[in-house]
């Protein structure tokens, strides 16, 4: 799970632990790749395919973030399976926008912060060729 970035012990641990059942979809990608921005930040082109605009807008004006957190083009984004049957189908049900900012969580847990989106119902999913 390389994916998961760099983090204290009990933040890894914490981390490998909720993870431990869930596959990797898409591998871990600067969200710039996916994305264009202009130089405030702002989205100029989202492939609705690759990813949706609301996953960005979300975070921006998500008030509970820490400033750092409210801009998606600073952040790494990866995809996973929930599950086996969701990787039979091939269909991602879990998108996390991880924050490259160093991040104190509390209790000795030191990391990069993990924002998460869940996928539910049909339809396709989000995507982006590397994998």
């Known amino acids: 799970m390389d994916w998961l970035g760099p ?7 914490e981390r490998l632990e909720e993870h ?3 596959y990797l979809a898409f591998k871990r990608v600067p969200v ?6 202009d130089d405030d930040g702002n989205v100029v082109e989202s ?3 690759v990813l949706p605009l609301k ?6 004006r998500n008030q509970k ?19 086996n049957a969701d990787k039979a189908k091939g269909v991602p049900d879990i998108y996390i926008f991880i924050c ?3 991040h104190d969580l509390g209790k000795g847990r030191i990391g ?5 989106r869940f996928c539910v119902g049909g339809g396709t999913r989000p995507g982006w060729e590397v994998r």
Do not use: G
């Open 55 to 60: 996953y960005l807008e979300e975070l921006q």
């Open 100 to 102: 490259k900012e160093r």
């Open 7 to 13: 983090a204290s012990d009990p933040l890894k641990a």
């Open 32 to 37: 710039r790749t996916l994305v264009k921005f």
């Open 112 to 116: 990069e912060a993990h924002h998460r």
């Open 47 to 49: 492939p609705r395919n």
């Open 65 to 83: 973030l820490p400033i750092c957190c409210r801009h998606p083009e600073n952040h790494d984004l990866v995809s996973l399976f929930s599950s």
């Open 20 to 22: 431990k059942n869930h």
